[in-house]
């Protein structure tokens, strides 16, 4: 609650100033020389604002946008987000068919891997932490269609206020095999590979197994 708005309205050179990636912008750059767009997924972990605005000082880059419960913070969310030139897209159709263009066109993507898809439509069941949880297709169908490679991100925050550190690590082997829940599985294994390094910070209150496999049992339910 607190670090998001500083984020929104304050100044993105000041956080980007106590932003610790050594390796992030030569690896990034290496992987957009490719030629073939790059797909950042950011899982629900430390600090995931900071990554929209570091990416835009890189590149170009698109983001999908879910717009908030609360819609009245909807516009103060798209103009703290795109500060730095990050392009925001809607979770539809046609969010959708940007990032393919954004990919055919050599640019970044950036993706939550972890968020719950809406329907079982354009998703699978696949184990995360051993437990079966709705994962989005999405993902590993961009990579399989345009050839972009997938990249791990998430910056950690650091202690007593001193900034953060981006942490990158490799996608999985099968994050783009024909068989969706063969890259389901590896897609949920990028993002536990993320929390492992830095468990203490990962969104547990996001409720990643609201759907069950038998369509009815919810795992969150409040026992009378």
Known sequence: MLEMPGFWCGSPDHSLAKLDDPDGQK???????????????????????????????????????RPPRYHALAEL??????????????????????????????????????????????????????????????????????????????????????????????APEGIDDADPVVAATALNQGVEECIRICPTQYQWSYKRFKKHPDGKKNRYAVSK
């Open 27 to 65: 690896l990034l750059h290496s992987l957009i020389e490719q030629g073939k767009g790059v797909i950042v997924a950011g899982p629900h972990l430390g600090s995931w604002e900071i990554v929209g605005l570091f990416l835009a000082q890189i590149g170009a880059v698109t983001t999908l946008y």
């Open 77 to 170: 969310i798209i103009q703290g987000r795109s500060q730095t030139g990050a392009r925001l897209v809607p979770t539809d159709a046609s969010g959708v068919k940007a990032l393919y263009k954004a990919l055919r066109q050599g640019e970044m993507v950036a993706i939550l891997p972890d968020q719950q898809p809406k329907s079982i439509r354009g998703a699978v069941f696949a184990p995360f932490f051993g437990q079966p949880a709705l994962t989005m297709e999405l993902v590993s169908r961009l990579s399989a269609k345009t050839g972009a490679p997938v990249i791990f991100c998430f910056a950690e925050r650091l202690p007593h206020g001193m900034g953060h550190r981006i942490h990158w690590v490799q």
